[in-house]
């Protein structure tokens, strides 16, 4: 092996030419990019969103809405779910927002809304956090009892 046999080893060099190593190199100079303003200095980099000074698209589309921080987002759960869970004998008894977590029908910190749709059957206790007037008009009427946490 000699000095003037050494390569770099393959694929470790991209450029065909260095940039900014004087005149004779010919991309001297300005490196290939122009003369002065921001894109020319080191360190340059867009803003995410920059449209070249036109007015971005997150500034031109109009706003319109209005978000509730305090919002109480319910899971709701149809009377007919509940009748599926205790004629598959998955239930029985009572069903809190625990049992239904157990079952896969809410996620373990939802809040639990019950539902009218459909038939119940069935007497028995349900413990949620809130009932809309058609299901706990249902459950009642079945002889069960609707109690709010």
Sequence with gaps: MN???LKPAQGSTHNS???GRGQGSGKGGTSTKGHKGDKSRSGHKDKIGFEGGQMPL???VPKF???NINRKEYAGVNLDTLQAL???NKVSGEITKEVLAQNGVVS???LVKILGRGELTSAITITVDKYTKTAKEAIEKAGG???TL
């Design 3 to 5: 000095l003037h046999t």
């Design 17 to 19: 030419k260095r940039l």
């Design 58 to 60: 997150q500034r031109r």
């Design 65 to 67: 809405g209005f978000k």
């Design 86 to 88: 205790i004629d598959s």
């Design 108 to 110: 373990k910190k939802d």
């Design 145 to 147: 009892q609707a109690n």
